[in-house]
């Protein structure tokens, strides 16, 4: 019996509203500015277009003004005679918002998972299911990460995030397939572990990673030198953790340091610093310079220096050579 009076009130409350002078603003930045509230209230035409007057709602939502806080605005602003017939009962603001479309919301799941695992975006392939627009904020969005990725042949919800230039965000739910393709290392026999891989014992086929996909790119390089933690079979993908480096040269080991830089090549010996495996940067002691030097291992007679990695002793003198 006690809730009658309270939804009698309620009730008064939501009559009152019949009747009055309410008008409807979108606008689509974090602030409404003198130009948007010109729009509905020309008054507001007398005030610098680019004022910002007060915060925009959150994307989705709307925010009502009745006549006395919008009196306050206009005196706060300059405004000098803000009352009149223009003056509106009730102003509701609301963000403005619009469907995302399929094509762009394929595109924004792709390059978040390129970025993600450092892939080209045209390397993902994303097929949405069931697919119904969601609204987000209107003009430019940035679309975050994804969660966890499903097995390939799966479809799941998975959530894609998106964010206004003034750093608002939400996530929508978007039911998705996605295939990450590229270049695998797949077993060209059975092989033993800690096998030596040479060449002919890996071939290397384009086909769809299972996930996660930064397992599983690999390339000629990336293979060079290595042995294998387990015994794996004919026709096995391979992923990169299966591979083990195992030490090449040892410290204190000699190399020839080669440099070239366009129609410019020297060679000089080095010293290892530390012990590594072929396809590593390693540091290396110049025999002739005294300098220190980082270079790639190519065999374990023979090292590239990385030009941008140089490091110069403190008594080196010579610039020309490696």
């Avoid at 806080?69 to 963000?95: F, K, S, T, Y």
């Avoid at 975006?121 to 609204?135: H, I």
């Avoid at 090449?248 to 000699?254: P, V």
Wanted: net charge positive; hydrophobic share 45%.
């Amino acid at each position: 019996m006690r809730k009658l009076p309270l939804l009698a009130a309620m009730a008064a409350l939501s009559l009152a509203g019949w009747g009055q002078n309410i008008l409807t603003l979108e606008v689509e930045n974090e602030r409404v500015t003198a130009s948007d509230l010109a729009r509905v209230i020309p008054p507001w035409g007398q005030v610098p277009a680019a004022t910002e007057v007060l915060c925009s709602p959150l994307p989705g939502w709307s925010r009502d003004l009745g006549r006395a806080e919008l009196e306050r605005l206009a005196w706060r602003n300059g405004l000098v005679d803000p009352g009149g017939e223009g003056q509106p009962e009730r102003l509701r603001i609301r963000r403005r918002q619009r469907p995302l479309e399929r094509q762009e919301a394929e595109a924004a799941m792709a390059v978040s998972v390129a970025r993600r695992y450092r892939l080209p975006p045209e390397d993902v392939a994303v097929e949405l299911l069931q697919y119904a627009a969601p609204m987000v904020p209107t003009g430019a969005l940035e679309f975050g990460a994804l969660g966890a990725l499903p097995h390939p042949s799966q479809a799941t919800p998975l959530p894609l995030t998106w964010r206004t230039r003034e750093k608002r965000s939400g996530t929508v739910w978007l039911r998705a397939r996605l295939q990450v393709r590229g270049t695998m290392a797949v077993a060209a026999r059975a092989l033993e572990a800690q096998s030596l891989l040479a060449e002919g014992d890996i071939v290397f086929e384009e086909g769809i990673f299972p996930f996660p996909p930064d397992r599983w790119g690999l390339a000629p390089a990336d293979v060079a030198g290595k042995r294998l933690s387990r015994p794996v079979a004919a026709r096995e993908k391979i992923s990169r953790s299966l591979l083990v480096s195992f030490p090449a040269i040892e410290r204190g080991a000699l190399v020839q340091l080669r440099l070239s830089s366009g129609a410019i090549q020297l060679q000089a010996p080095g010293r290892a610093e530390q012990a590594g495996s072929i396809g590593e940067r390693l540091p290396f002691r110049n025999l002739e310079t005294g300098r220190r030097v980082f270079a790639r291992l190519l065999d374990p007679q023979r090292a590239e220096v990385v030009e941008d990695l140089l490091v110069r002793a403190p008594n080196s003198r010579e610039r020309g050579r490696p």
